[in-house]
T-cell receptor
Framework: GQNIDQPTEMTATEGAIVQINCTYQ??????LFWYQQHAGEAPTFLSYNVLDGLEEKGRFSSFLSRSKGYSYLLLKELQMKDSASYLCAVRDRDYQLIWGAGTKLIIKP | ETGVTQTPRHLVMGMTNKKSLKCEQH?????MYWYKQSAKKPLELMFVYNFKEQTENNSVPSRFSPECPNSSHLFLHLHTLQPEDSALYLC???????????FGPGTRLTVL
């Protein structure tokens, strides 16, 4: 079967750095997405990785290792507004999106 | 605002009711999707339309019936639902099939 694993919940402090991990076992690989979803709102696109390495976009970076079936989302200089759920999704060989259950990130002052 | 709107935002219905969810995208995208989101579970893809044609139906019960009259509009018709169908129903669109998706705010459905 196909599977995406993410921690259910994480807590971090305002101003700090947090890394949210995602591991996947899928039938093939055609890219990995990260989305942010605030409570009661729509998921919004954060990043896309298809090649190994780090993609940086402001305070957020996403890393991919295809050989390890592993990605992480790195959030720097955390702000209270970063409190949200972070969804990892992998596109398999048939271009189907397989979604993780999401990681709820709680930011404390 | 993501360019994808959904109505209603909240819906409470009995098991014998018939209701419809509406989604509209203003992005000129070609593909549209219906998802079910339950607490602490992964997003469940229900239906996919590409250029108005249904391309996927992921074993969804027949009490859910999609309709896509054009590339900008998507409906989900509901009838004789069960309490376990209570969830957040999200609509999304993408320029091309299975590319970066833009989500609507969702309809919070409660089935009594």
């Amino acid at each position: 079967g196909q599977n995406i694993d993410q921690p259910t919940e994480m807590t971090a402090t305002e101003g700090a750095i947090v890394q949210i991990n995602c591991t996947y076992q899928t039938s093939g690989f055609n890219g990995l997405f990260w989305y942010q979803q605030h409570a009661g709102e729509a998921p919004t696109f954060l990043s896309y990785n298809v090649l190994d390495g780090l993609e940086e976009k402001g305070r957020f970076s996403s890393f991919l290792s295809r050989s390890k079936g592993y990605s992480y989302l790195l959030l720097k200089e955390l702000q209270m507004k970063d409190s949200a759920s972070y969804l990892c999704a992998v596109r398999d060989r048939d271009y189907q999106l397989i979604w993780g259950a999401g990681t709820k990130l709680i930011i404390k002052p | 605002e993501t360019g994808v709107t959904q109505t209603p935002r909240h819906l409470v219905m009995g098991m014998t009711n018939k209701k419809s969810l509406k989604c509209e995208q203003h992005l000129g995208h070609n593909a549209m999707y219906w998802y079910k989101q339950s607490a602490k579970k992964p997003l469940e893809l229900m239906f996919v339309y590409n250029f108005k044609e249904q391309t996927e139906n992921n074993s969804v019960p027949s009490r859910f019936s999609p309709e896509c009259p054009n590339s900008s509009h998507l409906f989900l018709h509901l009838h004789t639902l069960q309490p376990e169908d209570s969830a957040l129903y999200l609509c999304a669109s993408s320029q091309e099939l299975h590319n970066e998706q833009f989500f609507g705010p969702g309809t919070r459905l409660t089935v009594l």
